[in-house]
């Protein structure tokens, strides 16, 4: 193995163990998202009418269909864009262990294109990571606003988070690729 792919290797592993515990902090430690996330007044009657209403676990739409009949609700309001999943989650240990792997992964792949830009500078270094990081934000998450009208505070919320920790992440990997 080449040094540069040991160094790829490192930098993954560290740069996906840091966004991860970066992840569990803003989303477990601090309040930020409670400010976003709303609840329903009757939790109860909304998971029965999901329940009767939806086939299967998937994203849904309110109102669904591309007639003028669904245009004319969607005019009139309400609009929801539902991620329903039937099933219960009994452990947060098989979501948290895939994130890891996200991150892992995600962090290869920034390390990969890193090492290939041959950026000289420790800071210049760090500023592609995050260059790379708010395009993805702004290319994967501006569109779910745009689109799903995901709210604002919403948008904001993982912006910041991914910025965040993505420019920790980066910190840690221009150190190890040069």
């Not at 290797?9 to 991860?20: D, M, T």
């Not at 995050?130 to 702004?138: D, F, N």
Request: net charge positive; aromatic share 12%.
């Amino acid at each position: 193995m080449s040094r540069i792919n040991r160094a790829v290797i490192r930098a993954a592993l560290a740069g996906g163990g840091v966004l991860f515990v970066w992840g569990v902090v803003y989303w477990v430690v601090l309040p930020f998202h409670q400010e976003v996330f709303g609840q329903f007044r009757d939790e109860d009657a909304v998971a029965s009418v999901l329940t009767q209403n939806a086939p299967r676990s998937g994203i849904y739409i309110y109102p669904g269909g591309q007639d003028e009949e669904a245009a004319e609700k969607m005019a009139r309001g309400p609009f929801a864009f539902v991620v329903f999943h039937a099933g219960g989650i009994t452990s947060m240990v098989r979501p948290l262990l895939t994130q890891l792997g996200i991150q892992v992964l995600g962090a290869f792949l920034i390390a990969l294109l890193l090492a290939r830009a041959g950026i000289g500078s420790y800071w210049g270094r760090v500023g592609f990571v995050v260059l790379l990081l708010l395009t993805a934000a702004v290319l994967c998450r501006l569109p779910d606003w745009n689109w799903w009208h995901f709210p604002a505070g919403y948008v904001v919320l993982v912006f910041a988070d991914l910025l965040a920790g993505g420019f920790l992440a980066a910190l840690v990997m221009a150190r190890i690729i040069r």
